[in-house]
């Protein structure tokens, strides 16, 4: 406050001065030079433009005293925008004339240019583009009539390179070990194919398709063998494990749950290790694509008594001296 106060009478000082060594020629000069500023400004702005000004002043203090009103249609209910998201999502060869048909039919009232907005948002495109199959949307589709296969190799102890082939069923997720061997030869493979299929039968399973890679140890005799029994084999292209990905993906669990950790004396010795992990695997073992459950064991009925729940006994039962764990409720 006192440096503008400074500040002003200095320059008021600096005028003063400024005036008292003006003529009174120079001084009428300067008052008729700043008439004419006036009047130029004043040409400037029009009447129209002033009373345009108030009526501006007008409108932004009545609309700041007022509550905004929505215009057009009212927002969609969250539950329809996700349910019409999950319509489309579920059914890729609906277009959204057809959304809005199943909608009409659950008596959701809605209009057909609201589903269409609600999936241009979402970057949803229409139905003949959304058409196309991908690989693992066909996998999941036919779960119940695949089943996969695929040769693993590992490593005795004395340096031995053995062969070990399984099978597992994409819809329960069961796996099947049928063999290990060495040398695994044309007639060899040809049993396992025979053994599977007698397992597939006293299972009652509904395969009908079997997914292999172009491995070499896959004969033509084991591919008329199965085309036999009604059960189709689909060859998956070279190098794409992602078209065998199930079994792929439980190979690797094989490896880091067993194998990376389990010192394989021989063959007979692999076997009985595989074996133990194929029991522990389909009866134990939970699954995240079975809600947790094991392939042959269902979820147990959760615990709904809060005292049995702070009183807790679970025993511990090892496989394999004690690599593999199993946790049961004490009897």
């Avoid at 925008?81 to 809605?110: C, D, M, P, Q």
């Avoid at 994409?170 to 030869?185: E, S």
């Avoid at 597939?200 to 009908?208: T, V």
């Avoid at 896959?218 to 199965?226: E, G, K, S």
Wanted: aromatic residues 6%; hydrophobic residues 45%.
């Amino acid at each position: 406050m006192l440096l503008r106060l400074a500040y002003l009478a200095v320059t008021n000082t600096f005028a003063l001065l400024r005036l008292l060594q003006m003529s009174d020629r120079d001084k009428d000069i300067e008052i008729l030079t700043l008439r004419h500023q006036l009047r130029h400004l004043l040409l400037l702005v029009r009447p129209d433009t002033i009373l345009r000004w108030h009526r501006d002043l007008l409108k932004r203090r009545h609309a700041a005293t007022c509550v905004p009103r929505r215009r057009g249609r009212p927002p969609t209910v969250r539950s329809i925008r996700t349910l019409v998201l999950r319509l489309a999502r579920e059914n890729s060869s609906w277009g959204y004339r057809r959304i809005h048909g199943e909608l009409a039919a659950l008596g959701i009232k809605v209009a057909a240019s609201t589903v269409w907005e609600i999936l241009k948002e979402h970057g949803i495109p229409p139905a003949p583009e959304r058409e196309s199959t991908t690989w693992a949307a066909f996998l999941r589709n036919q779960a119940h009539a695949l089943v996969a296969c695929d040769f693993f190799e590992t490593r005795a102890l004395t340096g031995a390179r053995l062969y070990v082939f399984a099978v597992i069923e994409h819809a329960t997720r069961r796996i099947r070990i049928l063999g290990a061997t060495a040398h695994p030869t044309a007639d060899w493979v040809v049993q396992l194919g025979r053994n599977l299929l007698m397992d597939l039968e006293d299972a009652s399973s509904r395969a009908r398709f079997l997914i292999r890679d172009r491995d070499s140890k896959f004969t033509a005799a084991f591919d008329t063998l199965l085309a036999d029994a009604g059960l189709e084999v689909v060859t998956s292209g070279v190098r794409m494990p992602r078209m065998n990905s199930i079994m792929e993906r439980w190979i690797q669990t094989c490896r880091r749950e067993l194998l990376d950790h389990t010192l394989i004396w021989n063959q007979s010795h692999l076997l009985h290790a595989l074996r133990e992990f194929e029991a522990f695997y389909n009866g134990h073992r939970p699954h995240r694509t079975l809600r947790q459950a094991a392939p042959l064991r269902p979820l147990p009925e959760p615990i709904s008594v809060p005292a049995q729940l702070r009183h807790l006994e679970v025993h511990r039962q090892d496989r394999l001296g004690g690599d593999l764990h199993e946790y049961q409720h004490a009897a």
